[in-house]
């Protein structure tokens, strides 16, 4: 079985680079009771970390509104990402900076506790042609919804945002999808369990305003190919039942990058021409 915890390398944490295998915290952290936690999911292409600032301007937005500053500026942790990729020797990867509130005081207040970052990287190739990757995900629809701005910090990658995800997940897992569709608390389309999703309509891209989930790096720079081909994008408020209207629809994040959707609940879709284009602009920019 893998064991993300028994990798071979280094692992930058709380100022140095230790063994993989000894970068550990105490049982009694308040990240790990309270989810006073927030982290990234970067990439890096043939040696180049994809907007790396942006993401780690995101990291310090993620803890700032959770109320904790991290203790190294932009430009420290850029070098920091720099150190682990090169002692790790990786060129194609992923990247997972996290910072959490530690164990002084134990309880719901953590006023007192010191704030911890660790960034570790492992290799990630881009495994998919364009051609398979035309095939399409299936994605669940979950009973699981997005809160709204009142209720959680929805704009972080803090980690109790994804305890619903999770769940949302391994649902769908269960029923043969690969990942899961959302709503939000008021029931339009929100966003599946970490990407952002776009429909294609009469030759437009339509996407949900994300006022209550994270509005991606994919999806923006997505946005800007979209808008640079001459295609129409439209944010807006969208109803599930707008999905029967919908030609084309695919995915994007980290991760994902450009995913084209085959099917959600009983609905099919077949990825084509935008599907296909948005998969080899995105390629460009990102090798
Ligand atoms: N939504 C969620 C919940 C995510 O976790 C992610 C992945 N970070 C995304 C959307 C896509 O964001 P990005 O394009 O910045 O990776």
């Keep these: 079985m893998d064991d993300f915890s028994k990798n071979e390398g280094f692992i930058w944490f709380d100022g140095e680079l230790i063994d993989w295998k000894d970068a550990k915290v105490h049982v009694l952290t308040h990240g ?24 780690t301007e995101r990291l310090h937005h993620s803890a700032n509104t ?49 704030i911890h970052l660790a960034v570790a990287a492992w290799e990630w190739p881009s495994y998919y042609s364009p051609e398979a ?20 910090p929805v704009s972080t990658k803090a980690a109790g945002l994804y305890m619903i995800c999770t769940l949302a ?10 990942d899961a569709l959302m709503l939000d608390h008021r029931g339009y389309i929100a966003e599946t369990t970490s990407a952002n999703i776009f429909m294609v309509m009469n030759d437009e891209i339509h996407t ?4 209550c989930f994270l509005n991606g790096i994919t999806r923006q720079e997505v946005i800007k190919i979209a808008k640079n081909l001459g295609i129409r994008v439209v944010e807006r408020h969208m109803k599930l039942e707008e999905l029967q209207k919908a030609s084309e629809v695919f995915v994007t994040g980290t991760a994902a990058e450009v995913t084209p959707v085959s099917q959600i609940g009983e609905l099919v879709f077949k990825p084509s021409a935008i599907s296909k284009k948005m998969i080899e602009e995105y390629n460009k920019i990102t090798s």
């Design 133 to 152: 990757r035309l095939k399409g995900i299936k994605l669940d629809l979950s009973k699981w919804r997005r809160p709204s701005p009142e209720t959680a």
């Design 208 to 211: 949900p305003l994300p006022d």
């Design 32 to 55: 790990l009771h309270y989810a006073s936690s927030v982290f990234e999911g970067e990439r890096c292409y043939d040696g180049k970390i994809f907007r790396e600032i942006e993401h």
């Design 66 to 114: 959770l109320g904790f500053k991290i203790p190294f500026s932009i430009d420290e942790i850029c070098k920091i990402r720099k150190l682990v990729l090169d002692s790790n020797k990786i060129r194609d990867g992923y990247i997972r900076p996290v910072a959490w509130r530690g164990s002084e005081m134990m309880g719901i207040s953590a006023q007192k506790n010191t």
């Design 169 to 178: 997940k391994h649902e769908a897992e269960e029923k043969g999808c690969q």
